[in-house]
């Protein structure tokens, strides 16, 4: 699949377009968003942080969803015909706030609050221009290496639960080598 090549500044301007939406869709939904419950804190408890834990916040939407930011039209337009639809995405990160579609099972909250994991490791702002630079090169999200490692991860917590792993020093790792 050959991708369009775009020019730095409209990359930059594709940044600044996430950032401006992550804070919009923040801002909409940490009013309504929950704190974790004791039963989901139960079922990742010991591969988070207490700090984590305790500043995740969660919202299962109902009858409304997060709608695509304009600049996926903009971008499928351009011929990045296969990005995602947002509302299709079982869940998304905006900060410390997890929103679902659907429903929140304990593979989908471990994948949302290892996003979370890497936005701390890497500040808000530098995994967003890492997922936007690598949905660019990849024109698949589920191919880029944020969402690789989120796999991954969420992978081994759902073949054994019980086998205990710092996610914070896994997300550490992969920063520290540039795998992200």
Do not use: C
């Not at 709608?67 to 299709?88: C, K, S, Y």
């Amino acid at each position: 699949m050959r991708l369009p090549q775009l020019s730095e500044e409209e990359i930059q301007g594709l940044i600044a377009q996430a950032t401006e939406f992550a804070n919009g869709q923040y801002e909409r939904f940490v009013s309504r968003a929950q704190p974790l419950t004791e039963p989901q804190r139960t079922m990742v408890d010991g591969f988070f942080s207490d700090d984590v834990l305790r500043d995740a916040r969660v919202i299962l939407l109902e009858n409304e969803s997060v709608l695509n930011p304009d600049f996926v039209t903009e971008l499928r337009a351009r011929g990045f015909e296969f990005l995602f639809d947002i509302n299709h995405l079982n869940a998304v990160p905006f900060r410390e706030v997890l929103v679902y579609h659907e429903t929140i099972n304990k593979r989908l909250l471990f994948h949302g609050l290892v996003h979370l994991v890497q936005q701390r490791v890497m500040g808000q702002q530098k995994w967003l221009e890492r997922y936007v630079r690598s949905l660019l090169k990849t024109g698949l999200h589920v191919s880029i290496p944020i969402e690789v490692h989120a796999y991954e991860l969420d992978g081994r917590y759902a073949l054994s639960p019980a086998t205990l792993f710092s996610v914070e020093e896994e997300v550490r790792a992969w920063a520290d080598a540039g795998r992200y």
